[in-house]
């Protein structure tokens, strides 16, 4: 039997291992200041420690509560002894300026640019006290890298570029003299360094130097990394979230600035770089991860719009919108997904992707960049009215947010520096309080290099990577246009196969129909063929059982008076009509029946009758019952008490019809009670008619009742 593998043993971290025990020992001084406040100076100095061992991992979230507690408890101490004055020590003067610029090192790691650089400037009354005492503070160069660092954000953020850069140059050249950038602890304020550095180049419209600085971090970072990211399921999460933390920055700023500069190639090969790392760390690159992912996924989406390539911009954007939680609110992949479809000529569902997430009042600038977005849909969609409204609300979000032009929006909502306008020069910063206050942290260190020296360095990456990148590109384009040719004919064979199982359906159901309606038509015909002949032959047999019962009461009635009984009038039969040809059932063995007799010619009116005693004239007997017809199902005894009423008028026969007559008052009693409205007028009709064939034929009594009968019905119709 096979045993089960172990998992893979995860690899120790020491970085792990540190922030345990710096956690533990926070925690358990914490619970030793209660009844020890003496232990208060290693709390600060413990807090200070765990604060900056996070920053060290790229930990901002993490830090911040501590280095809020951390600064809380460094002021407790600097104030224990009264006011900043002679009695303060230069130990508790460090502790609290290392944790106010701890402080602002996780403002600038969370994107909180301007309140780091105001956190550092609230120090510059301090640090005037502090030079008035003659103090000098034993703090780490790190921490004067830090301030120098979060200073120029600052400065970066409310467009002085000039201050931005030489406080950036300051501080790159304080990290080089401690010799930071080899030490491996330090990489993450290093990778901070570089970033500023090449921030303000781009701001400052020195491009070149601004890339060639980037591709020094970048290749810094994968130094770092060590191809540890490979295969991220044999890390711990903590690590993978550690190492993937600087990527997501460093890559997008080196793509956006390739792709400005028209590497679009070698920009679009680092964008899917950085989403490859991505997917291939999962959620193990922290809970930030799909968003990251997103975002990426927005950017490549957006490059690739721009040079044409509709297809592969069409999947990535899709992607993008399709990782989790993304869709459901408005964002930067949200925006790209809606340039996507107007770009493809589907103007009306970027409009509607749009308009189904409003915009938070808290975000002006994503506020602005829907609009714009909203009013190049609206524009292709031809709703011109609509599209100006769009620029209007445009143009007033640029005017409210003091932007450069429209053009700035996307670089505020992803959080981007954005290209200067125009080259801007700048003097070295020379020297600042830091060097009086901490002369030990001000080690020589060679002068900056002047500004814009470096452009002409660092290109040869360029060229080797450039065709590499080109290759790569050159293949994914003509393997997507192979793909797109290749999907369009299996959407064309699709849709054929499609059309003709449909037009294969619709004859079927053509033919189905056709002979279902054959079918119907040849059985309604034969039906109404049946009918007609049941018909003919009921209404005959009822003709002439009616002649035969009048023959016979006319006979009596001669009888009575003792005249000759009228000579009987045959009726022949008539023929039994040929069975339809779609009759299914067998035809019926053909009837012998007599020939007719030739039609007698009436007799003479006969002469006067010899005298005799006068008799009482007995009492017209009461017609006798037709018989009742044979149901139908499908004839109506109604209709054939009523044509057989309707012939004996026609024909003339008294007694024929007031038989007649009889029998189609008994129908139609129970129906005019069920329905009055339908049969109670043709009731009153033939009563009246049947009372005065009573009347005339003796019957006074059966007349009274009849029209008596007649009456009621026409007072119950108003008449």
């Not at 009709?685 to 009594?701: H, I, K, N, P, T």
Request: hydrophobic share 45%; with cysteine; glycine share 6%.
């Amino acid at each position: 039997m096979a045993q089960k593998q172990k998992a893979p043993r995860q690899a120790k971290d020491p970085y792990a291992q540190r922030s345990k025990e710096l956690t533990s020992a926070v925690q358990r001084l914490r619970g030793w200041v209660g009844s020890d406040p003496t232990r208060l100076p290693e709390l600060g100095d413990a807090l200070v420690a765990l604060t900056g061992h996070r920053l060290s991992g790229h930990e901002y979230a993490a830090a911040g509560p501590d280095a809020q507690d951390s600064v809380k408890q460094a002021a407790q101490l600097l104030t224990a002894p009264g006011a900043v004055g002679a009695y303060t020590q230069s130990a508790d003067a460090a502790r609290y300026v290392t944790a106010v610029v701890q402080l602002a090192a996780v403002q600038a790691g969370l994107g909180l640019a301007e309140p780091a650089g105001r956190t550092v400037a609230s120090l510059d009354d301090l640090h005037e006290q502090f030079l008035a005492l003659r103090l000098e503070l034993p703090l780490a160069p790190e921490v004067v890298v830090r301030a120098l660092s979060c200073t120029a954000r600052g400065a970066l953020a409310g467009d002085d570029v000039v201050t931005a850069a030489a406080t950036a140059d300051e501080a790159l050249r304080r990290l080089v003299a401690a010799g930071l950038p080899d030490d491996p602890d330090a990489t993450a304020v290093t990778l901070e360094v570089e970033q500023l550095v090449a921030d303000t180049r781009w701001a400052a419209d020195r491009p070149a130097d601004a890339l060639a600085t980037l591709h020094r971090a970048r290749d810094r970072w994968s130094a770092v990394v060590d191809g540890r990211l490979d295969a991220p399921a044999g890390l711990s999460p903590a690590l993978v979230a550690r190492l993937v933390a600087p990527a997501p920055a460093l890559h997008r700023d080196l793509a956006d600035r390739l792709v400005a500069t028209g590497e679009v190639d070698l920009g679009l090969v680092t964008r899917r770089t950085l989403v490859d790392l991505l997917r291939r760390v999962g959620s193990r690159g922290g809970p930030a991860a799909p968003r990251l992912l997103a975002t990426a996924l927005a950017d490549l989406a957006s490059d690739l719009l721009a040079v044409g390539r509709h297809e592969e911009a069409d999947s990535a954007s899709a992607e993008g919108l399709a990782v989790p939680g993304v869709a459901a609110e408005p964002g930067w992949p949200v925006v790209v997904r809606a340039r996507v479809l107007v770009g493809s000529g589907h103007p009306a569902d970027a409009v509607a992707l749009l308009g189904a997430r409003p915009v938070p009042a808290e975000q002006p600038a994503l506020a602005g960049l829907v609009q714009q977005t909203l009013a190049d849909a609206h524009r292709a969609a031809g709703d011109s009215s609509a599209a100006e409204q769009a620029e209007q609300a445009v143009a007033s979000v640029v005017q409210q947010l003091g932007l450069a032009g429209p053009d700035r929006l996307a670089d505020r909502v992803r959080g981007v520096v954005s290209r200067g306008r125009q080259a801007v020069t700048w003097e070295p910063l020379g020297p600042t309080v830091w060097d009086r206050l901490a002369p030990a942290a001000a080690a020589a260190a060679p002068a900056p290099a002047p500004a814009g020296a470096s452009e002409a360095q660092d290109t040869g990456w360029l060229e080797a990577e450039r065709a590499e990148a080109h290759r790569l590109e050159e293949e994914r384009s003509a393997q997507a246009r192979a793909d797109a040719v290749r999907r369009e004919e299996e959407e064309r064979a699709e849709a054929r196969r499609a059309a003709e199982q449909a037009e294969q359906e619709r004859r079927r159901q053509v033919a189905e129909q056709q002979a279902e309606e054959a079918r119907q038509a040849a059985a309604a015909e034969a039906e109404r063929l049946e009918t007609k002949r049941r018909r003919e032959e009921r209404l005959e047999a009822y003709r002439v059982e009616a002649e035969r019962r009048a023959a016979e009461e006319a006979a009596a009635e001669a009888a009575l008076r003792g005249e000759p009984a009228p000579a009987a009038t045959t009726v022949p039969a008539p023929a039994e009509p040929a069975a339809p040809a779609t009759d299914p059932r067998p035809a019926p063995e053909a009837e012998v029946r007599p020939a007719p007799e030739p039609e007698p010619v009436p007799d003479a009116e006969p002469g006067p009758l010899p005298a005799v005693p006068a008799e009482p004239v007995p009492a017209e007997p009461a017609p006798r019952t037709l018989p009742e017809p044979v149901a139908d199902p499908v004839v109506d005894p109604l209709d054939l008490a009523r044509q057989a009423w309707q012939q004996a008028r026609a024909a003339g026969d008294r007694r024929t019809t007031r038989a007649a007559a009889e029998r189609l008052v008994e129908v139609l009693r129970p129906r005019a009670e069920a329905e009055p409205a339908a049969h109670i007028a043709l009731l009153q009709q033939v009563l009246s008619e049947l009372a005065g064939l009573r009347m005339r034929g003796g019957d006074l009594r059966g007349a009274r009742a009849a029209s008596r009968e007649a009456r009621e019905l026409g007072r119950g119709l108003g008449r």
